[in-house]
């Protein structure tokens, strides 16, 4: 069984900086992609950033420059520094990792439980 553990969220002022991370325990052979995605109240679940098994990353337009994600592939772990934060920041955020539990398995997606960052002065 895989689990994911995440961490780091709150409330920030305009302008403050959070950091989320997001641990995967159990069994599985190997993760390929890590992700963050949020989603506001009345809102999709959008992507916010996304780190490759090689380090490649992409952004969401909105957070370009602001969001570093980053991964410890030691620790099974991928972290979200979030800086300049905005109100429209405002949002549930999930951390999203697709593995393969077994060597000859399929990749398979797997979510945390979600952890809310409110930002407000």
């Known amino acids: 069984q895989v689990q994911l553990v995440e961490s780091g969220g709150g409330l920030v002022q305009p302008g403050g900086s959070l950091r989320l991370s997001c641990a995967a325990s159990g069994s599985f052979f190997s993760i390929n992609v890590m992700a963050w995605y949020r989603q506001a109240p009345g809102k999709q679940r959008d992507l916010v950033a996304i780190?490759?098994?090689?380090?490649?990353?992409n952004y969401a337009d909105s957070v370009k420059g602001r969001f570093t994600i980053s991964r410890d592939n030691a620790k099974n772990t991928v972290y979200l520094q979030m800086n300049s934060l905005k109100p429209e920041d405002t949002a549930v955020y999930y951390c999203?990792?697709?593995?393969?539990?077994?060597?000859?398995?399929?990749?398979?997606?797997?979510w945390g439980q979600g952890t809310q960052v409110t930002v407000s002065s």
């Open positions: 780190v490759t098994s090689s380090g490649s990353t």
């Open positions: 999203n990792v697709r593995l393969k539990p077994r060597i000859t398995s399929g990749l398979y997606d797997y």
